[in-house]
């Protein structure tokens, strides 16, 4: 049986499971800003019937900072209790959006389900390969890299930012 996260049913809660000390949750759809505040409210009612918990994130299509955020929460929660919060199976999209923001590097994350009940292997970092930063000045996608940042600049600043472009 599934649970709505969200109202438009952009994600879903299995019925969590229990095995190894562990409550696994799987989740499958769209972890984003509309199923956030409803995501958030299930993980901490799981994590008050367990402090150990498992996210399988390998149906999850799409993620976003709202999403992440929830996860974060969760995580920092579960600690506070005395437990732990361990990310299993990403997609390749989770896998993405988990690199690009860094938090592959805050996250206990696991290839599987079974890898992350009993700890091991963790996913190595080759997965989750560093995110490329343009440098100041490049071009991506018609928009000058650093841009913004230069105008927020004290005047004197961006003169010298301006004679390292080369």
């Given at each position: ?75 920092r929660r579960a600690r506070l209790l005395g437990g ?83």
């Open positions: 049986m599934t649970h709505p996260a969200a109202h438009d049913t952009s994600l879903r809660l299995t019925s969590p499971t229990n095995r190894g000390g562990y409550v696994i949750a799987a989740l499958s759809g769209e972890l984003g800003i509309a199923s956030a505040p409803t995501l958030r409210e299930q993980l901490a009612s799981l994590l008050r019937a367990a402090s150990h918990l498992i996210i399988d994130l390998s149906a999850v299509e799409h993620a976003d900072a709202s999403g992440l955020a929830v996860l974060v929460g969760s995580r732990s919060l361990r990310l299993a199976a990403p997609s390749p999209e989770v896998a993405r959006v988990l690199s690009a923001t860094g938090m592959n590097h805050h996250f206990e994350i696991f290839p599987t389900v079974r890898a992350a009940i009993t700890g091991q292997p963790r996913l190595p970092e080759v997965i989750f390969p560093s995110a490329t930063v343009p440098a100041y000045g490049h071009r991506i996608d018609g928009v000058i890299a650093g841009a913004a940042a230069q105008s927020a600049m004290p005047v004197s600043d961006r003169a010298t930012a301006r004679a390292g472009q080369g």
